[in-house]
T-cell receptor, first 114, second 114 residues
Framework: NAGVTQTPKFQVLKTGQSMTLQCAQDMNHNSMYWYRQDPGMGLRLIYYSASEGTTDKGEVPNGYNVSRLNKREFSLRLESAAPSQTSVYFC?????????????FGPGTRLTVL | AQSVAQPEDQVNVAEGNPLTVKCTYSVSGNPYLFWYVQYPNRGLQFLLKYITGDNLVKGSYGFEAEFNKSQTSFHLKKPSALVSDSALYFCAVRDGYRDDKIIFGKGTRLHILP
C-alpha cells in the first residue's frame, strides 16, 4: 500500500494563478483532510470530508475549494493564488468516526506563491 | 469550538533526563486527544491517543501521555530522552460529540542535548 500520496511535491506559482493539489489514499478510508503548515502557526485545518460526497470548512477555508472526487481522492484548489498561501500543505485520511481515529498523513506539498 | 494549546514553542532537555511537552484543550463534549511527531521534511506520524479509559496512555518510541480532565491537559512524557527524540511535536483534539473535525496545536520543538 502506498498510503496517502500527494502531488505535486513542490510548486511555484505567480500571484493570481490557479492550481489543484491532488491527494489520494489506498487504505479505504472514509475521512480525508487538508491542512496547511506555517512557521509559528502549526497545522491549521482548511477543509475536511467525513465521507464521499460531503465536505466541511475547517479553520482557514478562505481562498480554497475542495472536491471529494470519490472515496480515494480529495483535491484542494486555489482559484487565484496569493502570497499568503505560501505554505506546506498536508493531506491526511482516517478510516472513519467509529474507528480509533488515527490520521495518516501524506508527505506534503511545498507551495510558493510569488 | 474546540481548541488546543501548546504553551511552549521549544523545550530543551539533556539526553537521559525526563521530558514533558505540554498540551491543554477545550471541547464541548468528551475529548479525543492525540500526539503526533514530525521529523524534518516529513509528514506527521502518530504517537499515541486517548479515547477513553486509563488516564495514562502509552505509545510509540517509549512515549506516554497523561490525561487530566480537571486540568483539561494531555501532556506528553518520556522517562529518559534520546537525541533521536529531537523533532516537532503536535497535540490534536477531536470533540467526541461533534463531527469529524480534528484540530492541531501550534507544535512544540523538542531539542535533546547530548
Amino acid at each position: 500500500n502506498a498510503g496517502v500520496t500527494q502531488t505535486p511535491k513542490f510548486q511555484v506559482l505567480k500571484t493570481g494563478q490557479s492550481m489543484t493539489l491532488q491527494c489520494a489514499q489506498d487504505m479505504n478510508h472514509n475521512s480525508m483532510y487538508w491542512y496547511r503548515q506555517d512557521p509559528g502557526m502549526g497545522l491549521r485545518l482548511i477543509y475536511y470530508s467525513a465521507s464521499e460526497g460531503t465536505t466541511d470548512k475547517g479553520e482557514v477555508p478562505n481562498g480554497y475549494n475542495v472536491s471529494r472526487l470519490n472515496k480515494r481522492e480529495f483535491s484542494l484548489r486555489l482559484e487565484s493564488a496569493a502570497p499568503s498561501q505560501t505554505s506546506v500543505y498536508f493531506c491526511a485520511s482516517k478510516f472513519g468516526r467509529m474507528d480509533t481515529d488515527t490520521q495518516y498523513f501524506g508527505p506534503g506539498t511545498r507551495l510558493t506563491v510569488l | 469550538a474546540q481548541s488546543v494549546a501548546q504553551p511552549e514553542d521549544q523545550v530543551n532537555v539533556a539526553e537521559g533526563n525526563p521530558l514533558t511537552v505540554k498540551c491543554t484543550y477545550s471541547v464541548s463534549g468528551n475529548p479525543y486527544l492525540f500526539w503526533y511527531v514530525q521529523y524534518p521534511n516529513r509528514g506527521l506520524q502518530f504517537l499515541l491517543k486517548y479515547i477513553t479509559g486509563d488516564n495514562l496512555v502509552k505509545g510509540s518510541y517509549g512515549f506516554e501521555a497523561e490525561f487530566n480532565k480537571s486540568q483539561t491537559s494531555f501532556h506528553l512524557k518520556k522517562p529518559s530522552a534520546l537525541v533521536s527524540d529531537s523533532a516537532l511535536y503536535f497535540c490534536a483534539v477531536r470533540d467526541g460529540y461533534r463531527d469529524d473535525k480534528i484540530i492541531f496545536g501550534k507544535g512544540t520543538r523538542l531539542h535533546i542535548l547530548p
